[in-house]
Nanobody, 129 residues
């Protein structure tokens, strides 16, 4: 069974930085260790729908970003820790949300949440003004 575990959420002030990490573990249906083709971060603010934030294709390093986070957020893989990190700089109160990690077995990074096969439980990020 594949598991995604997020960490790094917390409460910060506007303008601060925060790094979220997502670790994927477990085995795919084939019995082999799970190796995602793409991973992504989504977020859901109170009373709003879940929205795409950033995505990363494992092979080739293709990256996608939602417009409002371009230039402020960076998604990357940390090979030493076997995680996908979301570095968030210049945080704004409107970035406040529960952030979810998602993984895709096959296919390139995409903004479509329905393309992802596995999801984490989420980690809360609160940005105060």
């Amino acid at each position: 069974q594949v598991q995604l575990v997020e960490s790094g959420g917390g409460q910060v002030q506007a303008g601060d930085s925060l790094t979220l990490s997502c670790t994927a573990s477990g085995r795919a249906a084939s019995g082999r260790a799970f190796s995602p083709y793409a991973m992504a971060w989504f977020r859901q603010a109170p009373m709003k729908e879940r929205e795409f934030v950033a995505a990363f294709t494992w092979s080739g390093g293709r990256r996608l970003y939602e417009d409002s986070v371009k230039g402020r957020f960076t998604i990357d893989r940390d090979n030493a820790k076997s995680t996908v990190d979301l570095q968030m700089n210049s945080l704004k109160p409107e970035d406040t949300a529960v952030y979810y990690c998602a993984a895709r077995r096959l296919g390139q990074a995409t903004m479509n949440p329905r393309a992802y096969d596995y999801w984490g439980q989420g980690t809360l990020v609160t940005v105060s003004s």
